[in-house]
């Protein structure tokens, strides 16, 4: 577990648990813990000032990550990007003063920083966007079109972190193998593991969503009546999820209502029509800057409201519930910077094991934590079914929550008594998931859960 310190607020823990129904009652196997969900976002600075600035955050409590001295500066910081160990951050700098775009890269263990492009790279062909890979070797940027012949190419720069921080920085060039008959740039990127990556191809009115993979045939999908903006992947997802922003053409950042969808996008295409998130994500405020945890299951987003805040705010697919339903507040932000948020998790849970007794009747949990924290259990009637990200998912009504109280790190052994708010479950099938809690009841994470069936 990584040495971070953790400002104003603690951090996420979390809990992987698998469920098993059987005849009458039930076992419950946990098997290794999940991890914390940090994100990566922009932020209105301190002071009241106009520029953007990053923070690595808590996704579910806010609580921050401290970044290395000179990481926010009076310029605009935009796109972060995080490994997938939240040790690099990468992120754009814009100084409209200075007339300069840098790539900035940072560790944050060691405090180091250093500039990926040289000023005169910089200036020949400003980069943007920049995205990290998730084992932090390689940052992706977007740029201009390249004039090919009488048409244009989207192409991404991959510049290597083997020097790090020293530099000189090597730079290569992906293609995208995409033409388009007017120039444009690449405004946006996402970087998956093994060399895949999304990029938001913009040509006039023209947005195109690309994703390129080594070796496998070119993917995308194009709409000149609305837009996609802010890729994400689940980075390591061999069926890898795309998700979106789809919005009407806007003239300024909020003229128009931003949604989050997905594509399932395979190997042989980005298959049909985008399909919009449950009601719970997408509401009549603007939501965009999708995010997603390297195993598809949380998806993090920005909800710009009606009192010019943006908050970021985290919904767990599994669930189907909304982590931090008020959202984490980034500040009033009037302009959008560009770029999704990005995420990285941190294993915080060992292994533990919870049984239920078909002769006692209670539910015996044996867990080992690593960190203090509230223990809960979430308790959902399993009603029929509903496809949520091209899964076939449970649809879930409520029932309750049960607290076991809160505990310090090391092994602990609980008994449930199959009761929420003092009655018994009755027969049916449900789905059982751990939660940890801070001081104030706020969740911390939830474990993975499964199906316990009770006849």
Request: charged residues 20%; aromatic residues 6%.
């Amino acid at each position: 577990m990584f040495g971070f310190v953790i400002r104003a607020r603690a951090g996420v823990v979390g809990l992987t648990a698998c469920l098993v129904g059987v005849a009458g009652f039930s076992t419950l196997s946990v098997t290794v813990a999940e991890a914390d969900v940090f994100a990566a976002v922009e932020v209105q600075p301190p002071g009241g000032r106009t520029d953007f600035d990053v923070e690595v955050v808590n996704a579910s409590t806010g609580g921050q990550v401290p970044l290395p001295g000179g990481v926010n500066t009076p310029a605009d910081e935009l796109h972060p990007s995080i490994s997938g160990d939240g040790s690099r951050l990468v992120l754009e700098r814009r100084d409209s003063a200075a007339g300069t775009v840098r790539i900035i890269a940072a560790d944050l263990h060691t405090g180091q920083s250093s500039d990926l492009f040289t000023g005169v790279e910089a200036s020949q062909d400003p980069p943007t966007a920049p995205s990290i890979t998730p084992d932090g070797q390689t940052v992706v940027t977007g740029g201009a079109f390249a004039p090919v012949n009488t048409a244009f190419e989207a192409n991404l720069t991959t510049t290597s972190l083997a020097p790090f921080p020293a530099g000189p920085y090597p730079h290569g060039t992906v293609n995208s193998q995409f033409a388009f008959p007017d120039n444009g740039q690449v405004a946006d990127v996402a970087a998956a593991s093994g060399g895949v990556y999304a990029l938001q191809a913009v040509s006039g009115i023209a947005h195109r969503l690309i994703v390129r993979d080594p070796g496998e045939p070119l993917l995308g999908s194009q709409t000149v009546t609305s837009s996609f903006d802010d890729p994400a992947l689940a980075a390591s997802n061999p069926q890898f999820v795309l998700f979106a922003r789809r919005s009407s053409t806007p003239v300024s950042p909020f003229s128009a209502q931003g949604d989050i969808e997905f594509l399932p996008v395979t190997f042989s295409g980005i298959g049909g029509t985008p399909t919009r998130l449950p009601g719970v994500v997408n509401t009549s405020l603007d939501e965009s800057q999708p995010a997603v945890t390297a195993d598809g299951r949380f998806i993090a987003f920005v909800r710009h409201g009606a009192d010019g805040h943006d908050r970021l705010v985290l919904w767990d697919s599994e669930t189907q519930l909304l982590v931090n339903p008020s959202g984490v507040d980034l500040g009033a932000i009037s302009s959008r910077g560009g770029g999704s948020v990005s995420l990285f998790t941190q294993p915080v849970f060992s292994i533990g094991q919870v049984t239920i007794s078909q002769v006692s009747e209670v539910a015996l949990v044996n867990v080992e934590t690593r960190l203090g924290s509230g223990l809960g259990i979430l308790v959902q009637r399993i009603v029929g079914r509903r496809r949520i990200l091209g899964r076939r998912e449970y649809r879930l009504r409520m029932v309750g929550r049960v607290p076991l109280g809160r505990f310090r790190k090391g092994r602990h052994h609980l008994r449930w008594n199959l009761r929420v708010d003092g009655k018994r479950l009755r027969r049916g099938r449900y789905l059982v998931t751990l939660r940890a809690l801070s001081r104030r009841g706020v969740i911390r994470d939830l474990a993975t859960p499964n199906v316990i069936r009770i006849r």
